[in-house]
């Protein structure tokens, strides 16, 4: 038992310690793009602040790494003179609680909208309503890592009073969709989809947006220690679990240049099964399926999908065509019993063979019984 409690307190011991002393590799694949920055001599710690520039429809989200460790760093964004026109509230045809996550320029939080495991195809309809007029020709979604795109996507508008169709129904293959140029308080976006959507974020392009911003992050430097920041994350990556200092303090602070963005060699779009297929276009996100069959053409992986709609997905359903919720498997050879056609016990094919088994073992046991008997006499 005691050692039993140690062990357990040396699991949330590592827990802690991992969650203050990240390593980047694994989010690196986030970020199109990455920079080192210099930093000024000093005999102790210091925050600097960067000014940086994120590319259109890109995250603000960034990872600074110390270059030697690898460990991941705190760092918070800045976002300095901005003169918006136009605001944008959200609500859907869930009347989802937490609907206005989309809207409101945060991305460590999602909407989410789950299935029914029936396999059929679910609705959700998007609204996005301004406080004024937005000129917009595009969409862009900041989807949840390890989630596919929805399916399908068609956009209406609220044209001087009139609905109306500016993007008819097609397929979605892409975080950004375009649509002809339209000037609109309200957009109505409707979406398809048949595997679990979460949406961090879902922005129009505003083209009649006046804005003026700066950019900038800041993080707490060690002395003579190299540091890279990495930025224009396709995804949302928390890249730091630990303590934070205070950074928003405007004390002591030592400005750095604009630093100059190169491309991340590391940048990889998301493959949480490691399929050899994005998340954003698999049809089976989190279950392996290179091929990518979709044999009823539902748009769901034959892999994930359910075609008996027994609760249990095809590649671990035991009898894939026939109900069998308790997944019996009486002879263990990996086929249900309800579709098991001929069983691999040798004890079931041979009915006669449990009896003569047993005369067999009785008569062994008799002539040991006599043996020992005889070595007695």
């Given amino acids: 038992m005691k050692m039993f409690f140690l062990s357990l307190g040396l699991f949330f011991a590592s827990g802690v310690w991992a969650s203050d002393n990240l390593s980047g590799a694994d989010l690196k694949p986030a970020f199109h793009s990455v920079s080192e920055i210099e930093i000024p001599q000093s005999s102790i710690p210091v925050v600097v602040e960067v000014p940086i520039k994120f590319e259109n429809n890109m995250f603000d989200n960034v990872m600074v790494i110390e270059k030697e460790s690898q460990k991941t760093q705190p760092v918070v964004i800045l976002n300095k003179n901005v003169d918006r026109k136009s605001f944008l509230s959200a ?14 320029g945060k991305i460590n939080n999602f909407q989410e909208y789950s299935i029914n495991n029936s396999g059929e195809k679910q609705y959700v309809e998007i609204i996005l309503n301004s406080d004024a007029s937005v000129t917009s020709s595009s969409v862009t979604f900041y989807l949840d890592e390890f989630v596919s795109l929805p399916e399908t996507i068609e956009i ?28 609109a308080l309200e957009f109505r976006i409707n979406l398809e989809y048949v595997q679990p959507l979460r949406i961090r974020e879902l922005t129009l392009s505003q083209e009649n947006l006046s804005v003026s911003e700066q950019n900038s992050i800041r993080f707490l430097a060690q002395p003579d220690k190299k540091y890279e920041v990495y930025f224009n994350a396709d995804r949302y990556a928390n890249s730091y679990g630990g303590e934070m200092p205070d950074l928003n303090s405007n004390k002591d602070i030592v400005l750095i240049k604009e630093v100059s963005a190169k491309e991340n060699y590391f940048y990889k779009k998301s493959d949480v099964d490691k399929d050899g297929v994005a998340d954003e276009i698999d049809n089976c996100v989190q279950i392996a399926n290179t091929d990518q069959a979709d044999i009823n053409k539902n748009s769901q992986g034959d892999a994930c999908d359910d075609f008996d709609r027994d609760g249990v997905i095809n590649q671990k359903d035991n009898c894939r065509d026939l109900i069998n919720r308790d997944q019996k498997d009486k002879d263990f050879d990996g086929i249900g019993d309800v579709c098991d056609k001929k069983e691999n016990r040798i004890l079931q094919n041979q009915k006669w063979l449990p009896l003569a088994l047993i005369i067999l073992v009785a008569g062994i046991v008799g002539l040991l019984l006599v043996k020992t008997m005889k ?3």
């Fill in 375 to 377: 070595a007695k006499e």
């Fill in 156 to 183: 209406k508008a609220i044209v001087n009073g009139e609905d109306k169709i500016i993007l008819g129904k097609k397929d979605v293959t892409n975080t950004t969709i375009n649509f002809p140029k339209v000037t």
């Fill in 91 to 104: 609500r859907d045809s869930f009347n989802s609680k937490n609907i206005h996550f989309l809207t409101d």
